[in-house]
């Protein structure tokens, strides 16, 4: 699951029955976690792409995540060129490398991660598997369908393995922002079924661990307190 620093973050994944986690950085810093829990280091944008960033993910992690939805100006914010460009430093660290994970339309014909993986077949770049976020704004029983009919046209485009790097329900664009406790709750419990009997989809991450800052979609609230969604997730597991 994606996270961040909260206080009780080591025994609220500890508790969450979690395999791996990330936090959009090259290294954990200060989010300890159990042995039993891998980390997984990410090159969040184009700034991020060192030698000295590189070198740290090699040391944190066995498997390398790509730029974080580069097709969203307030995110990393890259063209598919600058993507293009950087990508060989990525794959001279030798680890495993997801793509860059867009924030929507990953199957779209013409798309951004379209547009990259024709530019990085085309140089003969390697890109192990296809790194995906999906948020759903239909609280309804549909949700489940729609997030397998998307992840399901992506395999069918790429044939690449897919990692699942965030989801919920969330409605960025509307009112209200998130389904009740119990909608949430019931959805992790629905998705994660759906999930397991995929054979293309190797991991998936729920955003996120804590449920601070503002997100209702979290598991744990400080404290390692858990949430309605986090005890399904736990439940799930």
Known sequence: ????????????LADSGAHWYYNWLSSPGDLKAPARVEFVPMVW?????????????????????GFNEPDRPDQANMTVEQALAL????EATGMPLGSPAPASGAATPG??????????AARGYRVDFIALHWYGSDFSNAAVDQLHRYLQDTYNRYHKPIWLTEYALVNFAGSPRYPSAGRQAAFVTESTRMLAGLSYVERYAWFALPATRG???????????????????RAAD
């Open 1 to 12: 699951m994606g996270a961040w620093y909260f206080t009780g973050f080591s025994q609220a």
């Open 45 to 65: 944008g184009p700034t991020l792409a060192t030698d000295a960033n590189l070198s740290q993910a090699k040391r944190s992690g066995r498997v390398l995540l």
């Open 87 to 90: 990508w060989p430093r990525l």
């Open 111 to 120: 798309g951004w991660l379209d547009r990259f993986m024709s530019g990085a």
């Open 215 to 233: 997100w209702a979609t979290g598991l744990y609230q400080p404290g390692a307190r858990r949430t309605a969604t986090g005890t399904a997730f």
